[in-house]
């Protein structure tokens, strides 16, 4: 173990750095939540502990992907290191120039007590290529870095996105790699020299005077060597554990029954169903995992709820975006009695929930990315109608921006209650919002155009006017900034990555230097 | 997975061996290693694969994200036609390049792996995908005015004789149509 620390010094400061940095973010994350001042209201309305444990935790798949190019990186320094060394040990064999390193090869021939050998190629015939595939480690080597490079390649964003069944199941061979990796250091062909050999020949005293060994003319005897035992299973001990135990959590949470109350087709391809489950109680903006297994067995599809935590029931709006969700929405449409089990795991929390701690709120959702915020939407129409004071919110500014007019329509209904809705409370500056239409073509302007004094909207029939193409962020966030010049202003993006630039520039740019001042903070969700 | 495209996933992991092989090749060759001269080939055949597979091919539905950079290679991968549009070739072509990298251990990986892009490749080939290279769409510039040839050779068209000549709309009508001008204010012709 020591010859060990003493050769790999290096790889070991740089994990414990990595892993003592881990820990301590977690912790200080976790301190601040429960500590800090800034949080007090937080808490006063999410209750301590249950759900700050929840968000560092929910940013698992930035840490899953951090871990993962780790796990390259070293795999790759593990290998060419490895590749050096089998290079020397088999240089070492067949040197016949009788140096220490010739001679401490030739090691286990003249000994009986077996297993005292340094050097795993054990004659100047073996290749470097037999020893690897005909050593445990050398044959879990190469099968876990060929399965590690199988999961990579089929991970890359753009196989991920376009064909996500692939990447699914070939992501599980991480089983094969786990296993693999727990059983590579059973060979011990990383050897040190016995502690009893320490005595009889310490290198201190005897490596220079290696020719007369075990002769009576010194007391040195040979030297004795033990492989140490595989050590890999300590670090993944714990994660495996844990993964177990969510399988299994996830297993007795999809046996529970799921009841389907309500299937609607909206135009567009967008399925909603809304279902009720015992002892399901959600958040806004949370998302559930969805099974069904006349479909696929194994396959669990996130989906963000789109139901207010107030309804008696909670919903998911299902777009087609692939194999799976396209006969899920097939499966509906045929209206078989009985209807297809589902089967439901979660609900998981995302960073929706703080949009209620902000006094100002600016929600962007691209397309179906408007989800969480129809969640949240439909939650803040229930606290007014409940009379909530608790609500922390003076204004929601919120942009739509749809590539075409038939995905509105399932919104529409929403929108058009909360108008009424806000008319009625006389509170009509609360909800501020703007609909981008950006696969306008002329045909659509020009009717745009002709109904220019009518009242409501032509395509959507609301009192805000659909605006064409995407929304210029510099005016937007310097009208929030003007109108709002003391306040702290949070800014939600359910969409895609170019668009979280835009958003994050302009958060910096149009927050004052001033503390008191008008601050814009930016938070993305992430799927 | 009806509507997987093994290409796709086959050009990755080639991607991923061609890396490798180098990798490999540079740890054999600097390391002079026994019998190196397998890493320098593995170096050189890295290099290439590498090259033929960093432009991505064309999917059947939807858009492609484009590496960056990729249209200069997608030019000169275009240039070989059927060679490079094939998938067998593909498949055959990388198999025969990863033997001799199967020889040395600090470059077998790259050889596996790049078998297994082969196989994928030879899928994708039965089933009948093909490399389709990402064109640019030439830039459609709207012809400001492109529309108008010449002036119009006719007058606008006038209200009929009969609207002009009533005298409640006949101001109006003199005043918009091209009749006599009668002006609200009188005015002076300055020029004398």
């Known amino acids: 173990m020591g010859n060990w620390l003493v050769n790999h010094w290096l790889l070991v400061l740089i994990l414990v750095v990595w892993l003592g940095l881990n820990v301590f973010l977690f912790i200080y994350t976790f301190l601040t939540y429960e500590m800090s ?3 007090y209201y937080t808490r006063e309305i999410l209750g301590f502990c249950s759900h700050t444990l929840r968000k560092p935790l929910d940013h698992n798949l930035t840490f899953h992907k951090l871990v993962a190019y780790m796990i390259c990186i070293f795999t790759a320094i593990h290998i060419i290191a490895h590749l050096f060394n089998f290079e020397h040990y088999s240089r070492s064999q067949q040197a016949m120039d009788g140096s220490l390193a010739s001679v401490l090869s030739t090691l286990s021939h003249p000994e009986k007590a077996g297993n005292s050998w340094l050097n795993p190629i054990q004659s100047p015939n073996t290749t470097v290529m037999y020893v690897a595939f005909t050593s445990i480690a050398g044959l879990t080597g190469v099968l876990i870095t060929t399965v590690l ?3 990579v390649t089929s991970a890359m964003e753009f196989i991920r996105r376009n064909y996500f069944e692939l990447f699914w199941y070939t992501h599980h061979l ?14 011990g062909i990383v050897r040190a020299q016995t502690e009893e050999s320490m005595s009889e020949n310490h290198p201190h005293n005897c490596s220079e005077s290696y020719q007369k060994w075990g002769t009576h003319e010194s007391k040195c005897k040979h030297p004795h060597f033990e492989g140490h035992p595989p050590a890999s299973w300590k670090w993944i001990l714990a994660p ?24 609607v087709m909206h135009p567009s391809k967008v399925l909603e169903l809304q279902m009720r489950k015992r002892g399901f109680s959600m958040e806004v903006g949370q998302y559930i995992f969805v099974n069904c297994p006349s479909i696929s067995l194994l396959e669990w599809h996130p989906f963000t709820l789109t139901s207010a935590p107030e309804e008696d029931f909670f919903s998911i709006h299902v777009r087609a975006a692939g194999d799976w969700t396209e006969n899920f929405i097939r499966a509906f449409e045929q209206q078989h009695s009985p209807m297809p089990r589902i089967e439901v795991d979660g609900p998981f929390g995302t960073v929706s929930e703080d949009v209620f701690q902000y006094e100002v709120a600016v929600l962007v959702g691209a397309g179906i990315g408007v989800t969480p915020f129809a969640s949240i939407l439909k939650s803040i129409w229930y606290k007014f109608q409940r009379a909530d004071h608790k609500l922390k919110t003076q204004k929601i500014y919120f942009y739509w921006i749809c590539r075409e007019t038939g995905a509105f329509a399932w919104f529409n209904h929403l929108l058009n209650s909360l108008e009424q809705e ?4 006389g509170k009509v500056g609360f909800l501020n919002y703007r609909l981008f239409l950006t696969g306008w ?3 659509i302007a020009g009717h745009a155009a002709f109904n220019f004094d009518k009242a409501t909207d032509i395509l959507t029939g609301l009192k805000q006017k659909t605006f064409f193409g995407r929304p210029m962020w510099d005016n937007e966030f310097s009208a929030v900034a003007t109108a709002h010049p003391k306040s702290v202003v949070g800014v939600f993006l359910c969409g895609p990555q170019t668009l979280a630039k835009s958003l994050r520039k302009c958060c910096h740019r149009y927050s004052s230097l001033d503390p008191r001042k008008v601050q814009f903070y930016f938070n993305k969700e992430n799927f | 997975m009806g509507q997987i495209e093994w290409a796709m996933w086959a050009n990755e992991q080639a991607l991923a061996s061609g890396l490798i092989l180098i990798t490999g090749g540079i740890v054999a060759t600097a390391g002079r290693f026994v019998q190196w001269y397998f890493g320098a080939y593995s170096i050189a055949a890295g290099v290439f694969i590498c090259l033929l597979e960093y432009p991505r091919g064309k999917r059947r539905k939807g858009s492609t994200m484009e590496r960056c950079g990729q249209k200069y290679m997608t030019a000169v991968v275009k240039l070989f036609g059927p060679l490079t549009r094939n998938y067998y070739i593909r498949a055959v072509l990388h198999l025969l390049l990863s033997v001799p990298a199967g020889f040395l251990l600090a470059t077998i990986l790259g050889t596996v792996c790049l078998v297994i892009a082969s196989a994928i490749y030879l899928l994708a080939a039965i089933r009948g995908e093909q490399w389709t290279p990402i064109e640019q769409k030439p830039k459609e510039r709207p012809q400001v005015g492109g529309t108008i040839k010449q002036p119009p050779t006719n007058p606008p068209p006038r209200p009929p004789a009969e609207v002009r000549k009533k005298p409640s709309e006949g101001e109006e009508a003199g005043a918009a ?9 009188p005015v002076t012709d300055e020029v004398v």
């Open chain 1, 422 to 425: 806000m008319e009625e409370l």
């Open chain 1, 149 to 151: 490079i199988l999961m």
């Open chain 1, 37 to 39: 001042d800034k949080y």
């Open chain 1, 441 to 443: 073509d002329s045909n």
């Open chain 1, 240 to 263: 495996i554990a844990l993964y177990i135990f969510e399988r299994i959590l996830r297993f007795y949470r999809s046996k529970q029954k799921v009841v389907i109350t309500k299937v």
């Open chain 2, 177 to 185: 149509a091209g009749g006599p001008q009668i002006n609200p204010i």
């Open chain 1, 174 to 187: 991480f089983i094969i790699y786990i296993i693999c990796l727990g059983l590579h250091g059973l060979g």
